[in-house]
């Protein structure tokens, strides 16, 4: 499993799949965090958890599906803060953030897209040039993509 996704979006979809307030066996108030299934497919990374499937589009190199920690994915997406898009990378038992690896389960490289997803909006403002019209990119021929 091969992709790259906007980070802001893929994290506002895992920060919704929070679990339910559960009292522990100390009476205290504990959040049931589990874990959540991340799956590559077409042309789009799927979040689930707790009942919860949310969709962002990305660009899927190799389709896969793994389940891991959602608390702690959501610390690695934020400790990569500046940057707009992330590449992620799954295989055997690590899921690479980047250079960061994240432990998880049940890694199959088949995935299919789940049924009746909430899908997030898309702000591919990387893709476009600044102060470009949309209809005069194919113009351009000196176009150099800044360094991110």
């Not at 066996?25 to 979040?47: H, I, N, P, S, Y």
């Not at 899908?119 to 040039?129: D, S």
Request: aromatic share 6%; glycine share 10%.
């Amino acid at each position: 499993m091969r992709f790259t996704i906007e980070r802001r979006a893929l994290m506002k979809m895992v920060e919704q799949l929070k679990g339910e307030r559960l009292r522990d066996e100390r009476g205290r108030m504990k959040r049931d965090e589990g874990e959540l299934q991340l799956t590559a497919c077409g042309a789009m990374v799927f979040v689930a958890a707790n009942g919860v499937t949310g969709g962002c589009e990305a660009l899927v190199m190799d389709e896969g599906t793994c389940r891991l920690p959602r608390v702690r994915f959501l610390a690695v997406l934020r400790s990569f803060a500046p940057k707009l898009n992330l590449h992620c990378g799954a295989d055997g038992e690590w899921l690479r953030v980047e250079r960061f690896e994240v432990r998880m389960r049940g890694y199959s490289p088949h995935a299919v897209a789940p049924e009746g997803f909430k899908p997030y909006p898309v702000t591919a403002n990387w893709l476009g040039i600044p102060g470009a019209p949309d209809d005069s990119l194919d113009a351009v021929s000196d176009v150099r993509l800044p360094r991110q």
